[in-house]
């Protein structure tokens, strides 16, 4: 369901929490669902399982008319030239690092073109963020219309594309073609992620939560005998516990020398700062999308926790100590970051560290979550074998593939992934991500989400340095986001 701010809401009550995890954990047993049932070695099976699809979508996409090929794309291309092709797909994807783009752009796109050979798809790189928007919207004017758009993040802006008539509805195609997609075979709220005002225009492709990562080895060290994680197994993981946990965790040298040690990284931005705002009972935006809330009780007391943590507590660096610290240099005993980033950020690191939920507020246990979706362009020419292609990109074979640590959405396929990941020593909580997933929400990103990412954290700043309160940050940013909210979409 959405919450009342339009994002995805996906809380779920512990217990079902409990009953999702033993459902993943035996997931391997569901050959129903179509995926593999043991694991897929990442240089045979995969590439197979991944071609099989191709060739299983490669049938609706033959039937598909051939025409001239669109005008040659700008941009980067990353896949083979056409030669004897007679149908040109562009492509436009977010740029990601080499060794993610082999395994979700380029191997999948090759994989389609072998079982579809005569149709070329022409991948074009474009920056990430608002400069995706402007590389589409570029791209049009131009009169080179992508026919497929992997939308890199919320900042990419699927709302904003969705609301200028660029995007497809997929509803009709995914009801058409249920057998193929397996709508059902995504975890509960996934597909929502890619409605905007009621209408399906994106498929997921990754999605994430934030999580809590912690030094182990610091807390045993301050004398902490139970983890963030085991608190959390036990009930006991609240703010209380995460403020008599960081500051036990602050290490004072005696003097006027600065902490040698801080306890926790507060978050002042908005992608992780509004989960303790949503969990205060505050929330950002109105059901209507039209009023900002932040200067609601339930919004003033999310951010004068985090204000007190900072400022009253005094367990995490100022803002001109914060480049002295980072937790990868064991400096910051706890800190939030995107569940799926935390082995990529901090595998070098030389202590003992793991992920855990957030500690759960008054309104409950929510976190933001992180997500890209694909979608189709509403104007283009080759919609069938568009649409034949975004289903090989978001086949469970697909997922499989990728080599990411982001948590793949289709439960035919989680196991494997699990099996994969835990070939790597660290993170060992993996089964919080589910977890974290389901208690999950989205912000709303509205076609003027860019101007709100903008303002956030200008006058956030004035919070994190103490030099204004909560009610006055609250206020003054509710009045600013509510004129923003009167401008037309960019």
């Known amino acids: 369901m959405r919450n009342s701010s339009g994002g995805l809401r996906r809380a779920i009550s512990r217990r079902r929490c409990l009953a999702t995890l033993a459902t993943v954990s035996g997931i391997a047993a569901l050959g129903a669902c179509g995926g593999p049932t043991a694991p897929v070695s990442r240089t045979t099976s995969s590439a197979a399982a991944t071609s099989a699809t191709a060739s299983g979508v490669a049938a609706r996409a033959a039937t598909a ?22 149908t040109t797909l562009t492509f436009v994807h977010w740029q990601v690092t080499p060794q993610e783009q082999q395994h979700t752009v380029d191997d999948p796109v090759k994989q389609f073109e072998q079982a579809n050979p005569k149709t070329h798809v022409d991948v074009v790189i474009a920056p990430t963020g608002p400069a995706f928007i402007e590389k589409v919207l570029a791209m049009i004017a ?39 997609v397996q709508p059902d075979d995504f975890v509960p709220g996934a597909l929502s992620v890619g409605q905007w005002q009621g209408k ?40 209380d516990a995460l403020t008599a946990m960081a500051q036990q965790a602050t290490v004072r040298p005696s003097g006027s020398a600065p902490p040698s040690q801080y306890g926790f990284l507060v978050p002042f931005d908005i992608q992780y700062g ?21 200067d609601t009780p ?24 914060a480049a002295a610290y980072a937790f990868k240099s064991g400096n910051l005993c706890m800190a939030i970051n995107w569940a799926h980033q935390v082995g990529i950020n901090y ?38 074998t568009s649409w034949a292609f975004l289903q090989l990109m978001v086949s469970p074979a697909v997922y499989l593939g990728r080599q990411h640590t982001i948590p793949p959405p289709r439960t035919s396929v989680y196991q494997d992934w699990l099996k994969w990941m835990q070939q790597s020593p660290r993170p060992k909580n993996l089964q919080y991500l589910p977890v974290l997933i389901a208690h999950s929400r989205s912000l709303p990103y509205v076609p003027v989400w860019q101007q709100i990412n903008v303002a956030w954290p200008k006058a956030t700043a004035s919070l994190a340095d103490g030099s204004k309160t909560p009610g006055d940050v609250a206020k003054a940013l509710t009045a600013q986001i509510d004129g923003i909210l009167q401008q037309p979409a960019p």
């Open 65 to 86: 008319s051939a025409t001239t090929a669109p005008a040659a794309t700008p941009g980067t291309s990353a896949s083979a030239p056409p030669g004897a092709a007679t």
């Open 142 to 180: 131009g009169n080179v219309t992508p026919d497929v758009m992997g939308l890199g993040g919320p900042a990419a802006g699927l709302p904003t594309l969705a609301s200028k008539g660029i995007l497809a509805d997929l509803g009709p195609l995914i009801s058409r073609d249920s057998k193929e």
């Open 200 to 239: 399906q225009y994106g498929i997921v492709t990754t999605l994430s939560a934030a999580a809590l990562v912690y030094n182990a080895d610091a807390l045993q060290k301050a004398g902490i005998t139970q983890t963030p994680a085991q608190l959390y197994d036990a009930g006991k993981w609240s703010w």
């Open 274 to 294: 509004m989960s303790f705002v949503w969990e205060a009972g505050g929330d950002l935006l109105d059901k209507t999308l039209t009023k900002c809330l932040l």
């Open 298 to 321: 339930g919004s003033i007391a999310g951010l004068q926790y985090l204000d007190d943590l900072r400022n009253k507590f005094q367990v995490s660096p100022t803002t001109k100590e």
């Open 347 to 384: 595998d070098a690191a030389q202590f003992s560290w793991d992920i855990a939920p957030l500690p759960t507020g008054k309104g409950g246990e929510i976190v933001n979550d992180n997500f890209n979706n694909i979608a189709l362009a509403r104007s283009s020419k080759h919609e069938e």
